[in-house]
């Protein structure tokens, strides 16, 4: 038997996909409304976006437990399993690879704790990297050493559409946010090399995100190769749509590692109509 791989929520797959490529799911917690409830297996991604669209506040999330690592470890031991890899979000953003350390430290098995550095569709690129290790049957020491090494060279930029929830959060005044709106002006996101949520760029509408994503994944293919793109959103396909068709309209070739629905810690600080692109060099 192989190794496990286990990623909490946060990475944005399906319990489809999850379920496909055999990764264990660890659920972060969303309150919302004063109601705790189990990221993904307690409440769809779907069924959040309208929960978060009617509540007065912002939804708040919080890590798994070492008390839920611990007994999705002792699952896996009695499996059969005696090593697995755990991928988290990144530390900046969450507790989550805090959590899954301490319950590693008195786990049965061998338990390698992973920080990504990342989430949703950049964090999906690490998991993916990890499952087509396991597949093609390296070994674990090998597997964790070249996810480590990867981790580096995923970039995840995000681009809000309507900004409420950036004022709510904190992250925009309402004195900015009216004269974006009234320049249809779009703030884009991305992730620093530690998981940090930074500004990146502002972008004149969608139009513009579109055409600022195809021109990165553009400039990346001509200085590093072809590469592994996993698409995200809020609520808007029709732009992922859009950013898959001016690429082949370009003429350039990437690797299609499918297309996420934010989960709760993104959706909930970017809101609906949020827009989002993992990349990285092909493996």
């Not at 600022?212 to 590469?227: H, M, N």
């Not at 309209?249 to 609906?272: E, K, M, P, R, W």
């Given at each position: ?48 976006y ?94 964790c ?34 004269a974006?709106?009234?320049?249809n ?88 109509g ?10």
């Open positions: 038997m192989g190794f496990a791989i286990m990623s909490d929520s946060t990475v944005d797959w399906t319990l489809e996909e999850c379920a496909a490529r055999q990764v264990v799911l660890a659920p972060l917690n969303i309150e919302i409304d004063g109601e705790v409830l189990r990221d993904q297996t307690e409440i769809s991604t779907e069924d959040f309208d929960r978060m669209l009617a509540a007065e506040h912002l939804p708040k999330t919080s890590q798994p437990s070492p008390h839920e690592f611990a007994e999705a470890f002792d699952t896996l031991a009695r499996e059969g399993y005696g090593q697995v890899v755990v991928l988290t979000i990144a530390s900046v953003l969450s507790g989550t690879y805090q959590s899954a350390c301490l319950a590693a430290a008195d786990a049965g098995i061998e338990v390698r704790v992973i920080d990504t550095h990342s989430a949703s569709a950049g964090m999906g690129l690490v998991l993916r990297r990890a499952c087509d290790l396991r597949d093609s049957g390296a070994s674990f020491d090998e597997a050493a070249e996810v480590e090494r990867n981790i580096g060279n995923v970039r995840f930029f995000i681009a809000c559409d309507q900004l409420n929830n950036l004022i709510k959060g904190g992250r925009l005044s309402e004195g900015d946010a009216f974006a709106s009234l320049l002006v779009k703030p884009v996101f991305a992730f620093d090399e530690v998981g940090a949520l930074k500004p990146h760029d502002k972008a004149k509408g969608m139009k513009g995100v579109v055409k600022g994503y195809v021109d990165l994944i553009a400039e990346r293919t001509r200085s590093e190769g072809t590469q592994i793109v996993r698409f995200c959103h809020t609520r808007n396909p029709d732009g992922v749509e859009r950013v898959r068709r001016e690429l082949a309209d370009a003429g350039i070739a990437f690797v299609d590692a499918g297309c996420a629905s934010c989960g709760a810690t993104v959706a909930t600080h970017l809101g609906i949020a827009l989002g692109v993992g990349v990285c060099k092909a493996w």
